[in-house]
Structures are given as structure tokens and as C-alpha cells.
């Protein structure tokens, strides 16, 4: 394991004290039935996860079969439950709370639509480590952003397509933000 993966190993584990839902399953600490149960969903997609390091999980089914669930990985985020979701990390620009009664998690990608999950309830735990494992040096960071295209996003009250830039939508005058 690199040094900087190791590093990103060691704040998660000290943010995993601050989660307030203690049935979240991290690291070294991600196995049993839910989480073989989720496999076996990825499988049946087509998707294996030999290269990957599971790094949080959370089972969203009922009776702890875990057909349905959410994985972080150091490369991709998955998600099925009403819908198969699969994300690449590097393609996160900014994630935040989202919906009309803030029940879902919004993804803004860089290159794509705005993707949305329902797993508010975990909104802290998923966005502090996203958070960590998109960190770069800041030098790196800087270079994207200068030669990055300003990101677009869907107005929630005409789902017009503008700028993340803007407060306002230019077509029905809604809060962006």
C-alpha cells in the first residue's frame, strides 16, 4: 500500500469516530453476509472487485442480506437500491445533501449530470470520506481547476442546464443553491 493511500487509511479511521451511524462497516472491518450479499449483486452486474480496497459499506436492506447497499472503494462509489448506481471517484466534483425533503445525496460530476442517491441518512459519513480519498496535493488541485470548463448543473425547478457558477437559474430566476 502506497505512503499516501496509507494516509488516507489512517484519517478515515480517525473519522470514523466522529460517525454518528455505528452500522457502517470500514476497512479492515468490511466483511460478513450483508457484504457478501452485495458482492453477489455486483456480480450479477458484471462488476468484480479484485483491484479495488472496500473502504466503507453500508447495508441498506432490512434483514441483513445486503442485496441492496452502498460501497465506497478507493476507485469507484456503488450504490444499488431503486437503481444501480456505479461512480468514479476522480469524477466527483462536489457532493451535498439534495431532494425535496433533503432525503437524497447529490453527486455533481465533473463531465456529466448531477447523480442522486437516497442515503441522506449517511450523507456525513459518505461525504467525509469521499472527501478524504479525492484529496490531493494542492498543486494538483490547482492545475484542474485552472484548466478545467466550468461545470454545469440541472435547475431542480425547470431543469434548465446552467452554469454551478450562477446563483440564480436564467430561465425561472430559482435558487441554485
Known amino acids: 500500500m502506497s505512503q499516501l493511500l496509507q494516509e488516507k487509511v489512517d484519517l478515515i479511521s480517525k473519522a470514523y469516530v466522529t460517525f454518528k451511524d ?29 483491484d479495488e480496497i472496500p473502504v466503507l459499506f453500508k447495508d441498506l436492506t432490512w434483514f441483513g442480506g445486503g442485496e441492496d447497499g452502498l460501497l465506497i472503494t478507493n476507485k469507484h462509489v456503488y450504490y444499488h437500491e431503486w437503481g444501480y448506481k456505479c461512480l468514479k471517484l476522480t469524477d466527483i466534483d462536489e457532493v451535498r ?26 450523507f ?36 434548465a442546464i446552467v452554469h454551478s457558477n450562477q446563483t440564480f437559474c436564467d430561465y425561472c430566476r430559482s435558487p441554485l443553491s
Open 22 to 50: 455505528k452500522d457502517l462497516l470500514i476497512l479492515d472491518g468490511i466483511n460478513g453476509r450483508a457484504f457478501d450479499g452485495f458482492k453477489q449483486t455486483l456480480a450479477n452486474r458484471n462488476v468484480f472487485l479484485e
Open 97 to 122: 445533501i439534495g431532494g425535496w425533503f433533503d432525503e437524497n445525496i447529490d453527486f455533481i460530476l465533473k463531465h456529466a449530470p448531477t447523480i442522486s442517491i437516497w442515503a441522506a441518512k449517511v
Open 124 to 159: 456525513n459519513e459518505v461525504h467525509t470520506v469521499i472527501e478524504i480519498l479525492s484529496k490531493t496535493d494542492e498543486k494538483d488541485a490547482k492545475e484542474r481547476k485552472d484548466t478545467s470548463a466550468p461545470t454545469q448543473v440541472k435547475c431542480l425547478g425547470c431543469r
